[in-house]
T-cell receptor, first 113, second 112 residues
Framework: DTGVSQDPRHKITKRGQNVTFRCDPI?????LYWYRQTLGQGPEFLTY????????KSRLLSDRFSAERPKGSFSTLEIQRTEQGDSAMYLC???????????FGDGTRLSIL | DQQVKQNSPSLSVQEGRISILNCDYT??????FLWYKKYPAEGPTFLIS?????DKNEDGRFTVFLNKSAKHLSLHIVPSQPGDSAVYFC???????????FGGGTRVLVKP
């Protein structure tokens, strides 16, 4: 079990640029989640995939955000026209179906200059 | 409106003693409850969970208690060790749902 892997670990970009993050879940897990965490807060749900289907999106996920999981394995999260308020830790998690815990990666920290 | 609250932002405990962390929730539709531990610069690490059909679950030094009538969840760590120093988050999931809703976290410091 290699765990959930996220790349890059850190991303610094200028306001207005586009960024893309990648998540590789635990291979046996069919569910994949994206969360965002800001300083002093708990993680907040962004979106969820079961296999390749995106089944739920938070209202936090504005139209500048898009997530994909094209083959039901890895996932990407893209933010277009980044804003200062997008600065946060972006966490990916995966799980089996049912009453099974979600396992998190170490996140991608995004800093907007 | 916060659906999940951890009212103690921090807790300090002596090594070997018990740490008790508390979490309150508002929605009776939550049916699966979890605790995570987080070290700086790492993602949350799953500790222990409990479903709503139980009121207690134990795993080594960690025990989670669920009081559904009070909508209250607690985590007991005994004995506490210096390596337990971290931020602890409770998380809940709605029945037939998938996303987790997290509390704001409690920072635990275990003093040697």
């Amino acid at each position: 079990d290699t765990g959930v892997s996220q790349d890059p670990r850190h991303k610094i970009t200028k306001r207005g640029q586009n960024v893309t993050f990648r998540c590789d879940p635990i291979s046996e897990h069919n569910r994949l989640y994206w969360y965002r965490q800001t300083l002093g807060q708990g993680p907040e749900f962004l979106t969820y995939f079961q296999n390749e289907a995106q089944l739920e999106k938070s209202r936090l996920l504005s139209d500048r955000f898009s997530a994909e999981r094209p083959k039901g394995s890895f996932s990407t999260l893209e933010i277009q026209r980044t804003e200062q308020g997008d600065s946060a830790m972006y966490l990916c998690a995966s799980s089996y179906a049912g009453d099974r815990p979600q396992h998190f990666g170490d996140g991608t920290r995004l800093s907007i200059l | 409106d916060q659906q999940v609250k951890q009212n103690s932002p921090s807790l300090s405990v002596q090594e070997g003693r018990i740490s008790i962390l508390n979490c309150d929730y508002t929605n009776s539709m939550f049916d699966y409850f979890l605790w995570y531990k987080k070290y700086p610069a790492e993602g949350p690490t799953f500790l222990i969970s409990i479903s709503s059909i139980k009121d207690k679950n134990e795993d080594g030094r960690f025990t989670v208690f669920l009081n559904k009538s009070a909508k209250h969840l607690s985590l007991h760590i005994v004995p506490s060790q210096p390596g337990d120093s971290a931020v602890y988050f409770c998380a809940v999931r709605e029945a037939a749902g998938n996303k987790l809703t997290f509390g704001g976290g409690t920072r635990v410091l275990v003093k040697p």
